[in-house]
């Protein structure tokens, strides 16, 4: 790790804004709380987008699908919103746990994934599908990625430990 994100750390860790995260296991709870609200927002539309994309329900109109994806936009900025806070509460903690920095490397490849998606042809010939058509193979390969990277990010959120001492009572 580069010798300036020691001190970074440690500086953060002693900030108003950093005790405060940790004032009370009802706020931390709610924040938490707010985190798995955002993921299951992001995952229940992109999840289910992705899903008919790799021809799954073959019945519903990608186009239709594709109306919900703000739900999931909405659903990654409450989770930005509420990761960041969880950071700035234990930024040693999180600064120092490989789990951490493995979901956040999978988020950042997630970005780089759906910039396929609307960068690419993917996403054009997806919009123009109807009920019952079938995908193209550059966007089911995008639609697994997506699926892949966004449970590795549910997995590794999983893995990252518990510090239970941290929060007062």
């Avoid at 600064?95 to 988020?107: E, S």
């Avoid at 970005?111 to 054009?124: D, I, K, P, Q």
């Avoid at 009920?131 to 193979?137: E, I, L, S």
């Amino acid at each position: 790790m580069p010798s300036f994100v020691h001190p970074f750390l440690v500086w953060l860790a002693a900030t108003k804004l950093s005790a405060l995260m940790l004032q009370s296991k009802w706020w931390w709870a709610f924040m938490m709380d707010m985190h798995f609200v955002g993921l299951t927002l992001l995952m229940g539309t992109i999840g289910v987008l992705d899903m008919r994309v790799l021809g799954f329900a073959k019945e519903l109109p990608i186009s239709g699908l594709h109306k919900l994806v703000p739900w999931g936009i909405g659903g990654f900025v409450i989770n930005v919103i509420t990761g960041v806070l969880a950071f700035i509460g234990m930024p040693l903690f999180y600064g120092y746990d490989a789990a951490f920095w493995l979901k956040m490397l999978f988020i950042a490849l997630a970005g780089v994934n759906v910039s396929m998606f609307y960068l690419t042809s993917a996403f054009r010939e997806c919009e123009a599908l109807g009920p019952g058509q079938d995908a193209p193979v550059l966007a089911k390969f995008i639609a697994a990625g997506s699926l892949f990277l966004w449970i590795g990010v549910i997995f590794l959120g999983r893995y990252i430990q518990v510090y239970q001492d941290t929060i007062n009572h």
